[in-house]
């Protein structure tokens, strides 16, 4: 799980901007090859313009065990991207009427509080109240294995709810798990069959199912973490996320997904709107994405240590990102992606390192806090690698880039040190905080 320490800002600000006529290839590849030779990415990334793909690129390897180099076919876990493609499936039933927005769930889940006053829209738009199960400290012990219906509306009846239908949202993907049994109970089919008829197979996604257990021999991907090296992840059993987040895909067949979707060719005008609307910054299935002066739709994902995002722009630009193994910030890479397609400066980062020593280290070790933060930051070290962790979130390493300063660059976090005053300036996605040692 990636380390927030505060809320992860959207990509950008508002400048107008245009598009470039011609996408600088070779900048972008001196990007993402500064990225790769330094262990801080692997994966995929697509963009398309007026429904044609202008650029891919591929990175690192999808079995780094066995060495077998990702390309541009390599499939991966995109996590809750899945979401958007269920809520597709809810809308396409809607309009085949054989679902209804208003329905409530007590004739299918009556063990779930509150289930006969929770519609289908509570659960599409995150307002149904239900509590979200991959919340709860327990759920890493078992993700890893199969679960049968019953068993998975056990979890999530519970887990109980942690607030009144429709009375505000929080994101839940128990609600995603619900909409999947629904599906299957109504139209008699499997999710995975459901999704092949009505989705990937009309509009030619290649590449795009739901998963199973993970076969590289398939060109599919497995997934990592690192710390100090690529260390590979547990997988996730793909009957626990189900529709919430059980879809495998490329970043290729993301891009066509959302020019397919976004140009109309899967859903009537008003059921695509119904998607893009949105209360509490939570839409249908998608998200709103600022980048300059436009707004784009779409959705994140995160899965195991599989990241993903796409999003469509004003229906022209349609961009789409899956990882297996991230150790940037993935916002960082969108903002340069997408500064290329718009004709904005960006900068190839520069990996520097600043040599510390195990003893060094001690200067730095302790308790930060401040009034005005809501967490507490505690240092410690594993050797000659400082370690930072926050109040109930898991630790991560850093890397010293000059005296006294160190980042982490998966969640764009500086942090600056004055061992002398005892203070601590922790930077991250454009604020600034200072703290100082207990």
Known sequence: MTPKIVAALLIGCFIQQGFSQDVDKAKLDSYFNALETRDKFMGNVAVSKDGKIIYTKSLGYIDLENKVKANVESKYRIGSISKTFTTVLILKAVEEKKLELSQTIGKWFPTIKNSDKITLKNLLNHRSGIHNFTDDKEYLTWNTQPKTEKEMVEVIAKGGIDFEPNTKSSYSNSNFVLLTYILE???????????TKHITQPIGLTNTYFGGKINTSNNESKSYTYLNTWKQEPETDMSVPLGAGGIVSTASDLVKFSDALF?????????????????DHYGNGLFQIPFYDKIG?????GIDGFSSIFSNFENTVSYALVSNGTNFNNNDISIAVLSAVYNKPYDIPDFKSYAVTSE??????????????PLKITITKDGATLIAQATGQPS???????????????AGIVLEFNPTAKTMILKQGGGQYALMRE
């Open 360 to 373: 060094d280290l001690d200067n730095y070790l302790g308790i930060y806090s401040a009034k005005e933060f």
């Open 263 to 279: 140009a109309g060719k899967l859903l009537k005008s008003e059921n695509l709107d119904f998607m893009k609307s949105s209360i």
């Open 396 to 410: 991560f390493p850093l890397k010293a880039t000059d005296k006294d300063i160190f980042k982490f660059d998966q």
């Open 185 to 195: 109970k109504t139209l008699k089919s499997s999710y995975s069959k459901l999704l």
């Open 297 to 301: 739709y779409g959705h994140t994902g």
